[in-house]
């Protein structure tokens, strides 16, 4: 029985490509193991958002030598984004000449003849500059996945991005957008349905675009209203909503269908329009808030979620106590913050102003700081609330869930309720989670 090791950085959808992976590997004969000096094949699925996960891939599989000159049969591999990028590739190559296997997002499919050809002692690479597939079409279809959890599941409904914000390198490693076809992503919801799932979150680096490459009026509130209509899904969820693409039709979805929770991610990066427009965002800092508006009007209890970015070029102190406003008006439930990360190939890379580093530290601290005061104010309101929660897993001191808002919550419990909703009372609050009791 061979073995593989499966390392995954970056976001849900590098998640949702090593759960299909998995499932090609386990079709191969493979079981997956914990322990590098089991495994027959190591893989990596990489990640290019940020400079710090690139150079953990290379300090952790530069360290993978000796296995190699330890055990020549061994297969050392790195997908995903990074070898998307033609500079990253050439470095790879040059740096890390045991690395056997070389693929990228767009040919997972693949990975079967690519592996047996690394196995009889090629170096093999191939890497696509996109999917190679028609209109709706996905090479990922009918292959086999295996899921991380049973209770809830990751679907992809549209790849790539053309959106071209300044700093990003998405656009250059995962393509342009590219829609799947509706039929087919009902058809694995409800084939998720029926082998007991109860939770989907349906995934896109811009959810709100779906449709637009496909045309007859297809668009993502109407495919959420199809999806609606199957039995046995209980909720809906999507990740990442582009606020320039966010439209009143999915609004209303989001108002008006029971099984889509009250939580929307929407990424505003900065609160500064000189900031924004550098960024090339394709919003103002008055439309952001007039949305977030109209949002909470539609669905008064929405949880709401952003993305920022502290030191982007040119960033003054004016432009970052704009973004600290922004979120002192808007108070987002939780916020993931970042430091800016030039990406090689962006726009954003060679603008000048760069901000120096600890200036950079500085601010981000002041932001987490703030975002967690009011992170802490959101959850206390909910002390002595019953809430429904989708049991996800046991842990250490009973059982973990989520509510509807995307907030994880702790309480005791019997395993029986193992991928069950629950109604549990709220007897303790942090910035970051809640504690609970059976109703």
């Known amino acids: 029985m061979k073995r593989y090791y499966l390392k995954t950085m970056g976001c849900q959808m590098n998640e949702h490509d090593s759960e299909v992976i998995a499932g090609i590997l386990a079709s191969l004969g493979y079981q997956p193991t914990d322990e590098l000096e089991d495994a027959d094949f190591i893989l ?17 599989i530069g360290a993978f030598r000796k296995l190699k000159e330890a055990r020549p049969q061994l297969v050392i591999g790195i997908c995903g984004c990074m070898p998307q990028q033609k500079d990253e590739l050439q470095n790879i190559l040059e740096k890390l000449p045991h690395v056997d296997l070389i693929f990228g997002t767009h040919n997972i499919h693949r990975l079967p003849e690519l592996l047996e050809r690394a196995q009889s002692g090629e170096r093999v690479v191939e890497v696509w500059d996109d999917g190679q597939a028609g209109p709706g079409e996905d090479h990922r279809d009918g292959l086999p996945v295996i899921r991380r959890h049973n209770v809830k599941a990751f679907v992809n409904v549209i790849y790539g991005c053309t959106n071209f914000c300044s700093y990003c390198i998405v656009p250059y490693t995962r393509g342009k957008e590219h829609s799947r076809l509706p039929e087919m992503v009902v058809r694995e919801v409800r084939e998720l349905a029926e082998q007991g799932f109860k939770e989907v979150t349906l995934l896109g680096q811009n959810v709100n675009a779906y449709g637009k490459d496909l045309g007859a009026g297809i ?221």
């Open 44 to 60: 990596y699925n990489t990640c290019s958002v940020r400079e710090n996960p690139e150079r953990k891939v290379y300090g952790h």
């Open 219 to 439: 668009t993502f509130a109407g495919l959420l209203r199809e999806l609606h209509d199957i039995d046995g899904v209980e909720r809906i969820r999507f990740t990442t909503s582009h606020p320039r693409d966010m439209g009143d039709d999915l609004i209303d979805a989001i108002a008006q269908l029971p099984k889509v929770c009250e939580h929307l991610h929407l990424p505003v990066q900065a609160g500064s329009n000189r900031i924004l427009r550098r960024m090339n965002r394709g919003y103002t800092r008055e439309y952001y808030l007039q949305l977030v508006d109209k949002v909470r009007r539609a669905v008064p209890n929405i949880s709401l979620t952003t993305d920022l970015i502290v030191g982007f070029p040119g960033e003054t102190e004016e432009d970052f106590v704009q973004t600290l406003s922004l979120v002192e008006d808007v108070r987002f439930d939780s916020a993931f913050t970042f430091i800016f990360s030039p990406r090689k190939g962006t726009p954003a890379a060679k603008m000048s102003e760069q901000v120096p580093e600890e200036v950079k530290k500085e601010r981000i601290y002041r932001l987490i700081e703030l975002q967690n005061e009011i992170s802490a104010k959101h959850m206390h309101k909910l002390l002595g609330h019953e809430l429904e929660v989708l049991v996800e897993e046991a842990s250490s001191e009973g059982l973990v869930g989520r509510t509807r808002s995307n907030r994880q919550v702790h309480f005791a419990g019997d395993s029986s309720l193992l991928g069950q909703l629950a109604t549990v009372r709220i007897t303790e609050a942090t910035a970051f989670c809640l504690k609970g009791e059976l109703a």
